[in-house]
């Protein structure tokens, strides 16, 4: 028999918030966020093994990767956005990713983190299936991770609009550029969310593209 409870608890959780978000005072709420919240409150109050319910729920790890895939569409609309802003676009690319190893590893350094711990948290902007894939290959830790890269993608999702704002960035492109290079699929969301079509496209382009730059990087240099 195939153990589900998991797989079952968390979307009943997750489809929970969502509708409680559909409530004006109740807006503020990220559905990702909340959800985690109470599925370690859940395991912890219940003395439940992290394995275990990690184990009964590892099909929505595994479909994150068809999910990632699938928002990359429509191509054609990724491809006219590419071609009309290639020079701003492919220096978005390499800013971003470079940004984002060279500060884990710098703020690392300054903690005097663990090098394993470091090589962890690098691909803490790469969309969850690609980062738990470098971390593993370079020699990190996939659970922690995880952890860090769901974080990232939060806090993205979050604050990512409204400190691009404050800074009076206003081009979609731009904007989409840097969610998706910085909080990966969850930023992307929140594009979705917000209705920006331009957006949406470039996020989705920039995780993707990113997620490989990131994983060629790393697996070269460690």
């Not at 470079?98 to 090098?115: E, N, P, Q, R």
């Amino acid at each position: 028999m195939i153990n589900i409870w998991g797989l079952i608890i968390t979307i009943m959780i997750y489809e929970a918030v969502r509708w409680l978000k559909s409530f004006p005072k109740f807006k503020f709420i990220n559905p990702n966020l909340i959800t985690g919240i109470i599925i370690i409150i859940i395991l912890t109050g219940f003395k439940i093994d992290y394995e275990k319910y990690n184990n009964s729920a590892c099909f929505l790890t595994l479909m994150l990767g068809p999910a990632t895939i699938a928002l990359g569409y429509p191509l054609s609309e990724n491809i006219k956005l590419l071609t009309k802003n290639k020079r701003a676009i492919y220096t978005g690319f390499a800013i971003g990713t470079m940004t984002a190893l060279v500060t884990s590893y710098i703020i690392g350094k300054i903690f005097h983190s663990d090098w394993q711990i470091i090589l962890s948290v690098m691909p803490k902007s790469v969309t969850t299936p690609i980062a738990l894939e470098i971390s593993r290959t370079i020699g990190g830790i996939p659970e922690l991770t995880a952890c860090i890269v769901a974080l990232t993608g939060i806090y993205g999702a979050v604050f990512g609009h409204k400190l691009l704002k404050m800074i009076r960035v206003k081009s979609d492109i731009a904007i989409g550029l840097a969610i998706g290079a910085a909080s990966h699929v969850l930023g992307t969301s929140s594009c979705i969310e917000k209705n920006k079509p331009k957006q949406v496209v470039m996020a989705t382009l920039s995780l993707i593209i990113i997620g490989i730059l990131t994983s060629l990087i790393c697996i070269v240099i460690f």
